[in-house]
């Protein structure tokens, strides 16, 4: 279930502080393990990438996760992100008063 009342973490934030900062490794000591460009862990770590199925496969070998760990951290982001109506109850808001018992009486009636 995704969170409404806020965004949920960006998986460059859960990068760094649950897996680098704890085991005292660089960003570039961690590209440098994975064989990838140092600017694609820092756009990550700083959320201005996401996370694709290829970096979430090299993610999870490296440090003892799964891809599907990554994955659902972007897929999460994204959604809420891109939640229907996001712009006018605002950013991880409830729906406005009445909508869901509204919405509840009219699948009752049919």
Same mark, same amino acid.
């Given at each position: 279930m995704l969170p409404e009342r806020r965004i949920p973490t960006h998986p460059g !934030?859960? @990068? !760094?502080?649950?897996?680098l900062k704890p085991a005292g490794e660089t960003q570039a000591a961690f590209a440098r393990r994975l064989g990838i460009p140092l600017q694609r862990v820092n756009e990550i770590a700083k959320g201005k990438r996401g996370v $694709? +199925?290829? $970096? +979430?496969?090299k993610f999870a @070998? +490296? @440090?003892? $996760?799964t891809p599907q760990f990554w994955m659902n951290l972007q897929?999460?982001?994204d959604l809420a992100l891109n939640r229907p109506n996001r712009g006018t109850t605002g950013p991880g808001t409830r729906p406005a008063a009445g909508t869901v018992r509204k919405a509840a009486a009219s699948r009752k009636r049919r």
């Open positions: !934030v859960m @990068l !760094v502080e649950e897996f $694709t +199925a290829d $970096t +979430a496969w @070998l +490296a @440090l003892g $996760t897929s999460n982001r």
